[in-house]
């Protein structure tokens, strides 16, 4: 079992930064791939970006490459999100979550656990 908390969220103005973070329990964190997605009212949850276990691999989602970075710390079993030039549009709840695979993946069922997520607003 893991549990995922996320921080970090808040309202930003237009072209500012937030770094998210996500601690997770558990002793098997660095086994793990993580994801970060994102839910804005009325819509779907979306994929954000995602890192493999051992953070050789990361993965972003179109609209928010060159802006957003993924990292982790497997140390501290935490995983990060710096986002930086934000737009009205990122506005939404964050979400982090861990697939017991250690590749990562853009689908959400193929992730096991998930946070419960932290509210990011960006102000026009």
Known sequence: QVQLVESGGGLVQTGGSLRLSCAASGRTFSSYAMGWFRQ????????????????GNTYYADSVKGRFTISRDNAKNTVYLQMDSLKPEDTAVYYCAATVARSSSTLPASYAYWGQGTQVTVSS
């Open 40 to 55: 804005a009212p009325g819509k779907e949850r979306r994929f954000v970006t995602s890192i493999s276990w051992n953070g």
